[in-house]
T-cell receptor, first 115, second 115 residues
Framework: AQSVTQPDIHITVSEGASLELRCNYS??????LFWYVQSPGQGLQLLLK??????LVQGIKGFEAEFKRSQSSFNLRKPSVHWSDAAEYFC?????????????FGAGTQVVVTP | EPEVTQTPSHQVTQMGQEVILRCVPI?????FYWYRQILGQKVEFLVS????????KSEIFDDQFSVERPDGSNFTLKIRSTKLEDSAMYFC?????????????FGPGTRLLVL
């Protein structure tokens, strides 16, 4: 069965420090991979996505993610966090064979940014 | 930038009552979705909707749930007789294309509390 795991429920990081959020998936082939962010009172906003090709993908707000097939991972990184990056981050997968394109989400990682 | 909107942002209801959650997808989008997130759990797919009919639904989406697009702009989720376990954040999403390659745009959610 497909699954998405975000091992870290909560991460605290200092402003200006680097951030890495982990995501592991279980799927028979390479799924489509996404990272979404949810700020308080906002909807889920797409940060970046991976379908194929270059395994390092760049997204909005200075985020990047690296797909590692051997580890079934798609970790999200940012070199230097800003206070506005405090939010909840969701990793999601979509099956290329799924006709209707539903997404399967991880449980989310809450990021707190301290001064 | 166009966005998905949802109303109300919060709703409290008594067990057994009917609730209708409303969404206004982005205007040129053709595919519509409902997801929910029970507190502390993953975001779960409920249903997808295209061409005025359900295209796919999850096991969660039983007979007490229904969706419709009554007027070409609103997309609603009705829960006929709410249960305590229906308490969750409900997200609406829409996209232009059919496959998981297309970005799903999410609304800010409706937090439903069933007492």
């Amino acid at each position: 069965a497909q699954s998405v795991t975000q091992p870290d429920i909560h991460i605290t990081v200092s402003e200006g420090a680097s951030l890495e959020l982990r995501c592991n998936y279980s799927y028979g082939a390479t799924p489509y991979l996404f990272w979404y962010v949810q700020s308080p009172g906002q909807g889920l906003q797409l940060l970046l996505k991976y379908f194929s090709g270059d395994t390092l993908v760049q997204g909005i707000k200075g985020f990047e993610a690296e797909f590692k097939r051997s580890q079934s991972s798609f970790n999200l990184r940012k070199p230097s966090v800003h206070w506005s990056d405090a939010a909840e981050y969701f990793c999601a997968v979509g099956a290329p064979t799924d006709s209707w394109g539903k997404l399967q989400f991880g449980a989310g990682t809450q990021v707190v940014v301290t001064p | 930038e166009p966005e998905v909107t949802q109303t109300p942002s919060h709703q409290v209801t008594q067990m057994g009552q009917e609730v209708i959650l409303r969404c206004v997808p982005i205007s040129n989008h053709l595919y519509f979705y409902w997801y929910r997130q029970i507190l502390g759990q993953k975001v779960e797919f409920l249903v997808s909707f295209y061409n005025n009919e359900i295209s796919e639904k999850s096991e969660i989406f039983d007979d007490q749930f229904s969706v419709e697009r009554p007027d070409g702009s609103n997309f609603t989720l009705k829960i006929r007789s709410t249960k305590l376990e229906d308490s969750a954040m409900y997200f609406c999403a829409s996209r232009t294309g059919q496959t998981a390659r297309e970005t799903q745009y999410f609304g800010p959610g409706t937090r439903l509390l069933v007492l």
